[in-house]
Structure formats: C-alpha cells, structure tokens
C-alpha cells in the first residue's frame, strides 16, 4: 500500500538493541528491543511496514519503521464508576447546597 508524502502515520523506531539494555532490568526484558512510537508526517512516499523518515509536530526528523496510516488515538478514562458520580453530587450538594439545578 503505496503511502502518499505528508500523510499522518505512526512509526517505531529500535532504541538500543537487546544487547546493549541497563544492567539491573529483569533477564526476559534484557532479551528485547528498547522501542518507541512515533508520531508524524511522512517527507517522501513509503510503504506500510517499510522503513520512511517523518517530521514531528516540534519539528524533528525521525526514522523508523510505518506501523499504521491516520494513527487513532485508543486512550480511555475506563467504564463507569457509579461511586465516583455519587462523590460528586455530594461535593456539590456540600459546596452549594440541595439545589438540584446545581448537580
């Protein structure tokens, strides 16, 4: 899938190799790749799961391998916790008394 220059996509990049970790990290985590994602846009075409250069939003240029095109963000706040609304009405039925217009 050919990657048009300047689309928003998110890379990773190898840090330090398996062999070159900290000494002191547990022995499984020694046995792999220090990696990180990246996110920016593309300076020339690439291809999914190729190798590309991208420029971030502070300007850096980074290189590393395309992971995913028009990246999604998947962070989440969680389900529902009924305790923590009901803090809330009390908080504010303390701070500003039983009007319900105020909850």
Partial sequence: MLIKKGAYVRIRKNILPP??????IPEDTTKVPFKCWIKGRLLE???L???ARIQTATGRVVT?????????HKHSYGD???E?????????REAWGDDDEKL
């Fill in 19 to 24: 062999g070159k970790r900290a000494k002191g």
């Fill in 45 to 47: 075409e690439g291809e």
């Fill in 49 to 51: 799961y190729e190798e």
């Fill in 64 to 72: 590393g391998e395309i992971k995913e095109v028009e990246p999604r």
């Fill in 80 to 82: 529902h916790v009924d």
């Fill in 84 to 92: 923590i609304l009901t803090m809330r009405e009390i908080i504010l």
